[in-house]
């Protein structure tokens, strides 16, 4: 079966967006003849649409269904910098896209592509890889969202590091012809190679630890055995205390608040389901990891402030122990809402956002958290709300793109685009993308034009948070202390 005949079944029909196919050949040619339509300059035009929303109102619109004490936290850390605001605003950057061309060649998006959601993690199989590492947003729609979203985060990560216009426009040009590059590979693999491509942090660790790509200690062999720490004991370590002979979750309002009641919702039913909200969880997990949940039992829970974009969306960690107080386990438990793209490029095929989150991370990424799973929860203030879960902490670590000298950054970048564009391979009609995008710089150059322009309105949007802080408008308040 190919890419673009999937049964009507599937919850991934028709994401590739071309005609059903049957030769690589064929494939091809339904790809390059999408230039006529879409040519590959036309993504270098960015103008405002005439009935562009305003950012803040959609900032606002999102408030509405997040937690109301956190909104204040969220516009502090949007407004901090204009790469801040671009990392929480992906509604305006999605209403924006969704007003220009598109190439019709669909795949499983991230959603929210920028530089800080790619990052290390470790594998249940114990090995430390790099790849996406947020799918709050994933669904599925045209390709080229993805890599504008990345391109243009670049210019803005850039800018605040001082980085000079020729550096910038050279940082951007590579990422995007690595993320042409890596497409045309896979192009060239079979189905299996593509599913099992992934990049190991050791290989990483050769390419990028060198004086030569980075300032010293960044990726040395100590900083490599520090992220091989950072498990749930070290997690339990920094987050709980023990009170009266058990670890329970320490107190820092507003950013981690014990929350027993979690528990309680955990164990609760919702409407209509005939299992509990753990058990649903538990479901959700494939026969031999349900097993190893089930020797754990859950002692405390607490809300957690996370992130920037996600900040107001209902946030808790939960702590289990196994075999004694010493072998904790942290479960993060994730609200998932509707994905900003869902409303622009099309409804998805769950219902549960939590699945959706989950599907969308098992489809593009190499390989997923241990205990990766879903459910939904009735809150007392909230009504039914979707969640995913995940481990709190699992040699998990993000690369300081500030510390990195410029080959460093050029290096780091064009991984981010190798990562993306396996995500598509695997989600998407790689062959297609491929022969859309050919061997020559024109994609690049259109998506660099595209990413100096988004940058420019990303500080005119960023001010406007600022002055509607300044000015009190209602709704919009911040918190500076304690970001």
């Known amino acids: 079966m190919t890419r673009a005949t999937h049964s009507s079944a599937s919850p991934l029909t028709d994401l590739a967006g071309l005609p059903p196919v049957v030769t690589p050949a064929e494939r091809a040619a339904a790809g390059k003849a999408v230039r006529t339509r879409v040519p590959r300059s036309t993504f270098a035009s960015f103008t405002l649409a005439a009935d562009r929303p305003d950012p803040i109102d959609l900032l606002l619109e999102q408030a509405v269904t997040r937690e109301p004490d956190l909104i204040p936290i969220r516009h502090s850390r949007m407004a901090a910098s204009p790469f801040a605001f671009f990392r929480g605003a992906a509604l305006p950057m999605a209403a924006d896209l969704a007003s220009m061309p598109n190439s019709g060649l669909r795949v499983q998006l991230c959603g929210d592509a920028h530089l800080l959601n790619f990052g290390i993690f470790g594998t249940p199989e114990r090995r430390l890889v790099f790849d996406i590492n947020d799918f709050d947003e994933?669904?599925?729609?045209?390709?080229?969202?993805?890599?504008?979203?990345?391109?243009?985060?670049?210019?803005?990560?850039?800018?605040?590091?001082?980085?000079?216009?020729?550096?910038?426009?050279?940082?951007?040009?590579?990422?995007?012809?690595?993320?042409?590059?890596?497409?045309?590979?896979?192009?060239?693999?079979?189905?299996?190679?593509?599913?099992?491509?992934?990049?190991?942090?050791?290989?990483?660790?050769?390419?990028?630890?060198?004086?030569?790509?980075?300032?010293?200690?960044?990726?040395?062999?100590?900083?490599?055995?520090?992220?091989?720490?950072?498990?749930?004991?070290?997690?339990?370590?920094?987050?709980?205390?023990?009170?009266?002979?058990?670890?329970?979750?320490?107190?820092?309002?507003?950013?981690?608040?014990?929350?027993?009641?979690?528990?309680?919702?955990?164990?609760?039913?919702?409407?209509?389901?005939?299992?509990?909200?753990?058990?649903?969880y538990r479901r959700s997990l494939s026969p031999e990891r349900r097993y190893l949940f089930d020797d754990y039992r859950m002692v405390d829970s607490a809300r957690r402030v996370v992130g920037v974009g996600s900040v107001g969306t209902r946030c808790y960690i939960v702590l289990l122990l196994g075999r004694d107080s010493k072998d904790p386990l942290i479960l993060?438990?994730?609200?998932?809402?509707?994905?900003?793209?869902?409303?622009?490029?099309?409804?998805?095929?769950?219902?549960?956002?939590?699945?959706?989150?989950?599907?969308?991370?098992?489809?593009?990424?190499?390989?997923?958290?241990?205990?990766?799973?879903?459910?939904?929860?009735?809150?007392?203030?909230?009504?039914?709300?979707?969640?995913?879960?995940?481990?709190?902490?699992?040699?998990?670590?993000?690369?300081?793109?500030?510390?990195?000298?410029?080959?460093?950054?050029?290096?780091?970048?064009?991984?981010?685009?190798?990562?993306?564009?396996?995500?598509?391979?695997?989600?998407?009609?790689?062959?297609?993308?491929?022969?859309?995008?050919?061997?020559?710089?024109?994609?690049?150059?259109?998506?660099?034009?595209?990413?100096?322009?988004?940058?420019?309105?990303?500080?005119?949007?960023?001010q406007s948070l600022v002055d509607a802080i300044a000015s009190g408008r209602e709704g919009v308040t911040s918190v500076p202390e304690i970001v």
Request: hydrophobic share 40%.
């Open 138 to 280: 994933t669904s599925p729609g045209p390709f080229e969202w993805d890599v504008m979203r990345l391109a243009a985060s670049l210019v803005l990560a850039a800018r605040e590091r001082g980085d000079k216009q020729d550096f910038i426009n050279k940082l951007v040009l590579s990422t995007v012809a690595a993320y042409r590059e890596s497409m045309a590979s896979f192009a060239k693999m079979s189905n299996l190679d593509v599913w099992y491509s992934l990049f190991d942090v050791d290989q990483l660790f050769s390419e990028l630890g060198g004086a030569s790509h980075a300032h010293a200690g960044t990726f040395d062999e100590r900083s490599m055995r520090k992220v091989r720490r950072r498990d749930s004991v070290m997690a339990a370590e920094r987050t709980t205390e023990t009170v009266g002979g058990e670890l329970r979750f320490v107190s820092n309002p507003p950013l981690q608040v014990p929350d027993s009641s979690i528990i309680d919702s955990l164990y609760s039913y919702s409407l209509g389901q005939v299992h509990t909200n753990a058990e649903l």
């Open 332 to 462: 993060q438990v994730k609200e998932a809402q509707a994905s900003v793209l869902e409303r622009f490029a099309g409804k998805g095929a769950f219902s549960n956002h939590g699945e959706r989150v989950v599907v969308g991370q098992k489809l593009t990424q190499s390989a997923s958290d241990l205990f990766l799973g879903w459910t939904t929860m009735m809150m007392p203030d909230a009504g039914h709300r979707y969640f995913y879960l995940r481990q709190f902490r699992d040699w998990k670590a993000s690369i300081d793109y500030t510390q990195l000298n410029g080959e460093g950054f050029l290096y780091y970048s064009r991984l981010c685009a190798w990562a993306l564009a396996k995500a598509h391979a695997r989600s998407g009609d790689q062959i297609a993308i491929s022969a859309y995008l050919g061997s020559g710089t024109s994609f690049d150059k259109a998506v660099l034009e595209f990413s100096l322009a988004y940058a420019d309105q990303t500080l005119v949007d960023h």
